[in-house]
């Protein structure tokens, strides 16, 4: 499997009961779940309704606005050129 990226980052919308622990399991687990997936994945951004609450996540929130958290399009573009690339080299 060839690796096209050196980190795959994800935003997550909402970091309560279950975005928090997705956050958790994602740090705590970092270098096996990079091995299974052929690249490491890294929590880039967390958006939440209120900034202000204590939350019990190896990562703060950064936004109150969800589209903020998501990857730019350009992310997506880039992932694809570089997979077409790779794809052309074999």
């Known amino acids: 499997m060839a690796l096209f990226m050196d980190a795959m980052q994800v935003g997550l ?3 309560g009961n279950v975005g928090s622990a997705v956050a958790r399991v994602l740090h705590e687990h970092a270098q096996d779940i990079a091995r299974r997936a052929g690249v ?3 929590v880039a951004r967390v ?3 209120d900034l202000s609450r204590h939350r019990d996540a190896p990562i703060e929130p950064t936004t109150r ?3 903020i958290a ?3 399009p350009t ?3 880039r992932m694809r050129h570089d997979q ?3 794809t ?3």
């Open 40 to 42: 490491r994945i890294e």
């Open 13 to 15: 919308l909402g970091c």
């Open 65 to 67: 606005k969800a589209r």
């Open 84 to 86: 077409d690339n790779a």
């Open 75 to 77: 992310h997506f573009d």
């Open 47 to 49: 958006a939440v309704r």
């Open 70 to 72: 998501m990857p730019s």
């Open 88 to 90: 052309a080299s074999s």
